[in-house]
């Protein structure tokens, strides 16, 4: 199974670089790495990441994380994948990027 950590392409392109994560400042003050399914990666987007103009997905396959990944409960009762430890850029199998949902409802302004 694949699971997914959303960050800015600066973080990305600095983890890159260094070769291990030690997760965002919100991830180490909740004490371990936050991902999502991908059926979750959108809402987790939406309330967590809407001022990130350039946002990308890092795909993890979770048999690479072993005993370290947790699922446990969150928003809405729903179990989302832990990491209690530092994410190694080689268990990173794909990056993608998240485009900028559009903030034109449809409507006319002015």
């Not at 987007?45 to 990944?69: K, P, S, W």
């Not at 699922?71 to 994948?81: K, V």
């Amino acid at each position: 199974m694949r699971i997914y950590k959303l960050m800015a392409r600066a973080d990305w392109e600095a983890f890159r670089a260094v070769g291990t994560f030690e997760g965002s400042a919100d991830d180490r003050r909740d004490g371990f790495i936050h991902f999502s399914t991908e059926e979750q990666t959108p809402e987790t987007a939406r309330r967590h990441f809407a001022d990130v103009a350039d946002l990308v997905a890092l795909e993890v396959e979770t048999d690479r994380l072993g005993a370290a990944l947790k699922w446990e409960p969150s928003r809405g009762g729903a179990l989302f994948p832990h990491l209690y430890g530092v994410l190694d850029v080689r268990d990173v199998v794909e990056v993608a990027d998240i485009p900028k949902p559009s903030l034109n409802t449809g409507a006319s302004g002015s």
